[in-house]
């Protein structure tokens, strides 16, 4: 591991990451939606906009998955992440619809060592998405693991 | 909608459906993670062995929507599903590895009609999931909106 991987001493409280951008398109939510989550307003932009959701949108658990993604390109990716033991929260505030842009960011809010696994610890975030109308579509927070740099390695 | 549709009204607390059997290919995760979550235990059997996961292991985030598809095929696919304002909690209690067999339930835990828009309830529900070890994978809390039978309608 390079000095540059990002280990649980670089999550700092308050530390920020920027997400996205991330544009969405309809066939992206169909597909997604005919293999996990096969609902009317998931499918088709005529039932979407019959539905309260105003449009052809997204499942929520597929813009949890693109989160997801950000989170990796952003900053997973060129981390020592062990995996995570789930998610304290998640809320879809708005509909994600085809179409719209997201970015956002995710903000360390508490790290502390793993008593169970010595050399891990566990960063709890705050992960936020906003659409190209600046209206917040989902926040969550989740608890993420990562190595902790070895005593022969030098801090960054 | 015919009377064998599920209304908010069907869903009464300790109701219970049967989710799954659902087999989770090495294939499956691999696809998953390579759109969503490009990390090396989700992607390769042997960095998944090198983890403390223990094997080729699916995405917390493929977990999910797994889990949406068997709400789907379960209930909500024959239902006034309107879709749902978030997740309360996300536990990821085990590792889903490649060949698993997942399977499990959700159970109503509360139901009340939704003050801000009339002719729909929100119901709180917990899902869980076990593999073929009868180990709990997941379990998680989500509310989950549906519409009402019209007074025109007889009740099931």
Do not use: Y
């Not at 591991?1 to 969405?24: C, N, Y």
Request: with cysteine; proline share 6%.
């Amino acid at each position: 591991m390079s000095d540059a991987t990002l280990h649980f001493e670089d999550f700092v409280p308050e530390r920020q990451f920027p997400l996205g951008p991330k544009i969405v398109s309809a066939k992206e939510i169909i597909e997604f939606a005919a293999e996990f989550d096969p609902q009317p307003m998931h499918l088709s932009e005529a039932a979407g906009k019959a539905s309260i959701l105003g449009g052809l949108a997204a499942s929520g658990w597929h813009t949890c998955a693109m989160m997801m993604r950000m989170i990796v390109d952003s900053f997973i990716g060129r981390s020592t992440c062990q995996g995570a033991p789930g998610v304290e929260q998640m809320d879809w505030k708005k509909p994600v619809l085809a179409g719209d842009t997201l970015k956002g960011f995710g903000v360390v809010l508490e790290a502390r060592p793993l008593k169970s696994r010595p050399g891990i610890g566990i960063v709890r975030m705050r992960t936020e998405l906003r659409n190209q109308r600046a209206e917040t579509v989902c926040i969550a927070e989740q608890s993420i693991m990562f190595r902790m740099r070895e005593s022969g390695e030098n801090r960054a």
